[in-house]
Nanobody, 121 residues
Framework: QVQLVESGGGLVQAGGSLRLSCAAS?????MGWFRQAPGKEREFAAA????????YYADSVKGRFTISRDNAKNTVYLQMNSLKPEDTAIYYC?????????????????WGQGTQVTVAS
């Protein structure tokens, strides 16, 4: 059983930046970030493999968000730049094994409790 704890959410003006962190209680292979806006389904944002050699991004965040990880700390980060009001959502950290589609939330075994990100216009 792996526990995930997110931090770093908050309120920011459009165009601003935030960095989310997710600390895992154990080793994970693929770690991902998903987000869910009010009234919408949870959607994929970004994912990264254990080595950090492979990263994956949703088209909506590509070029603005960067996912990275520090395996010594069992922590994954999501640097979010040029934030837009439509980025407002609860952001969830998740972990999975090496198999399965990295952008599919159903493939993930462990989830954090979520952290709120609000982008004001």
């Amino acid at each position: 059983q792996v526990q995930l704890v997110e931090s770093g959410g908050g309120l920011v003006q459009a165009g601003g930046s935030l960095r989310l962190s997710c600390a895992a209680s154990g080793r994970t292979y693929v770690m991902g970030w998903f987000r869910q806006a009010p009234g919408k389904e949870r959607e994929f944002a970004a994912a990264i493999t254990w080595s950090g050699g492979s990263t994956y991004y949703a088209d909506s965040v590509k070029g603005r968000f960067t996912i990275s990880r520090d395996n010594a700390k069992n922590t994954v980060y999501l640097q979010m730049n040029s934030l837009k009001p439509e980025d407002t959502a609860i952001y969830y950290c998740a972990a999975k094994g090496p198999l399965g589609k990295n952008s599919d939330s159903k493939e993930y075994d462990y989830w954090g409790q979520g952290t709120q990100v609000t982008v004001a216009s």
